[in-house]
């Protein structure tokens, strides 16, 4: 009883918004959790709106966390978000909220809300980008977000674990319907009787890396090199047409070590449609490539490209083919913990009755 008590103390100081700072509680060696708050300070044409040379002050994000384990088998965790500007500015959401049984290493099942374990990317924390923005070919070629939740995040249940000593990682999920390959506000939309299947293999050449996600980099603590396979398939209904099922899939490459990051992926996903019989259905795809590199343990420089072809012919209305490059410097007083961010981005279109977008950002981030 004295633990559930505990737990229920933790979760009650994290919805009533403490000051921001880590708690550690522990009840023994078996029950104990952390609690801390984070946030990140936008400055820049943060709407992304061409030719709009305001500069925006915005709190990009604000949360409250918490987890830990009731025992060693039984763990959970819980991420509130603040949203302070935008939509919904003034309210909150729970973006993550899991319960995980640790069985052991070889299987471990996690259920509730929480990241789609599709992508590297998708199990990234926006709190550990290398750059001030995450890549934005991913959303455009392989969209996982679903209506009512966060990106890359959604209702589901996982069974995952390591083999092979650390060299094989393996995530297996079913998904609520909250997929839509069409966009969230489109008027065709997924079906109420189908779930979300994703299967994810990672294939670790050095160290493996702990934990359900992942970091954008370590900061010259880890030796981290693998290759990521992922696989994501949706049923969805389309108006007169029946069911289609729309088909994502990606690949991924990551280096971590002696300061020195690099990561890259490809998306490609294939909706199932036929919107017009010039091209028989929709496929886009994409790819980023990101470089940085750790200086002292202070500066970090980091560039990243991005290219997408949305696969929708030469129409103005529909043609989004682009690319993108963003560079940008990081100065880390301590490491995620404490940095400012500074970036540019240029944003150009095929079409050149397209408004191209650039575009200087600068964060500061702290969390406890």
Known sequence: MKKFLAVAVIAAMALMAVPAFAYDVKVDEDTFAKVGTKAQILLGNTMND???????????NARIYFSGQVTNVVK???NYDFALSGAGAGGGRATDVFVMLDFMKELKVITGV??????????QDSYQYILVSG????????????????????AGVTAWGDLIDGKLRYNVGLWDDDYNPYGVNAALGSSDDNFMTTARLVFNILDPEKGYTCAGCYLGKARTANIGLGYLQQDYRVTGAGTKTAKSMTVDAFVDMNGLTVEAAYFVTDKDNNPTAANGGE????????????INNTIQPAVRFESFDSDKGTLASTNLDYNKMVAGVNYLFDGQNAKVGLEYSKKDFDLSTTVDVDNLLVMLQVQF
């Open 114 to 123: 929480y990241r789609v374990a599709f992508s590297r990317l998708a199990l």
């Open 50 to 60: 061409p030719g709009d040379n305001e500069v925006d002050i915005t709190a990009a």
């Open 76 to 78: 959970f965790g819980f």
């Open 283 to 294: 496929k886009p795809a994409g790819f980023y490539a990101e470089v940085a590199y750790l």
């Open 135 to 154: 890549p934005e070919v991913a959303n455009s070629a392989a969209p996982v977000a679903g209506p009512g939740l966060a990106t890359y995040r959604n």
